[in-house]
């Protein structure tokens, strides 16, 4: 079964970053696709990032040329670096393998605020 943990969330001020970490179990993490995702208050989950097992990213519209995803394969971790953080960024975010296998990690809260 697929273990995922995030963490790395916070508060933050407008215009600051954070860096979120995803711990992905081993075997999952060297053969999955790994996307991030986000659930904002009240909002449905959306799709932030994604990262291939070659290291191809794709990005929502809303957060190209702010947020970068990567993988470190030592340590079988996918990071979201997030920097020019605005409100509109608090949400819950979670990692998951694609196609995910009907577990999600507790994600991790992320606070954007003065």
């Known amino acids: 079964q697929v273990q995922l943990v995030e963490s790395g969330g916070g508060l933050v001020q407008p215009g600051g970053s954070l860096r979120l970490s995803c711990a992905v179990s081993g075997s999952f993490f060297r053969l999955f696709t790994v996307s991030w995702y986000r659930q904002p208050p009240g909002k449905q989950r959306e799709s932030v990032a994604t990262i291939t097992t070659d290291g191809v990213t794709k990005y929502a519209n809303f957060v190209k040329g702010r947020f970068a995803v990567s993988r470190d394969y030592d340590n079988n971790t996918v990071y979201l670096q997030m920097s020019d953080l605005s409100p509109d960024d608090t949400a819950v975010y979670f990692c998951?393998?694609?196609?995910?296998?009907?577990?999600w990690g507790q994600g991790t809260q992320v606070t954007v605020s003065s």
């Open positions: 998951n393998t694609v196609p995910d296998f009907g577990v």
